[in-house]
């Protein structure tokens, strides 16, 4: 059993040629599930720190993006899928998922982490010299609750950008592999 779980590369060309049973399809949807779990359990994404009406402003104004990203994206991702969505598209979108929600979650959280919580723990621990800049995010919880704001909605948005664009490589494969594969009508690009 060959698990990509961290090279979406090489799972695109494994899903363009055919070379992932339905065994390691489940085995690559479950551990996307797992993947999005231990983020929340390890308080790797953090929850807001704000109170009163701007709580509930950005609340929201995320969940509103959340639902848009997620149907958009979703959406987004099957125009991409044009040889046999119907037989495909969740075949391909489940297992590249894993993949690139790994580099995404490890980047964009692991930067967020690098800008709010290490100069954090070092200012509160005095390990900062005075020339240190102060960001308004380690004085006040609101540019802090911003700046979340955007990683987790940024995160959304790339993690459907980059399965589209590993779903169409994936089509740009089969189509260049059999001359005779065409897309379809249900794929727009017919």
């Known amino acids: 059993m060959r698990i990509h779980a961290l090279s979406a590369n090489n799972l695109t060309e494994d899903l363009a040629a055919g070379r992932v049973t339905a065994q390691e399809q489940a085995l690559y949807l479950a551990l ?35 639902i848009l990203f997620n149907i958009t994206g979703v959406l987004f991702c099957l125009r991409k899928c ?4 119907g037989k495909n598209f969740l075949i391909f979108f489940s297992c590249l998922y894993l993949p690139v929600s790994l580099w995404t979650l490890a980047l964009v959280w692991g930067s967020f982490h ?34 979340r704001f955007f990683a987790y909605i940024g995160t959304i948005f790339v993690i459907f950008l980059r399965v589209g664009e590993h779903i169409e490589r994936i089509s740009d494969l089969q189509e260049s592999a059999n001359n005779g594969v065409q897309a379809t009508p249900a794929s727009g690009r017919a």
């Open 32 to 66: 996307s599930f797992c993947l999005w779990t231990i983020p929340y359990y390890l308080y790797l994404i953090p929850p807001s720190i704000t109170e009163g009406p701007f709580y509930w402003g950005l609340w929201g104004m995320e969940f509103f993006l959340v």
């Open 114 to 147: 690098l800008v709010t919580t290490v100069p954090h723990v070092l200012l509160r621990n005095g390990l900062l010299p005075d020339w240190f800049p102060t960001f308004p995010w380690l004085v006040s919880p609101r540019p802090f609750d911003v700046l």
């Open 82 to 85: 044009r040889i046999e969505p």
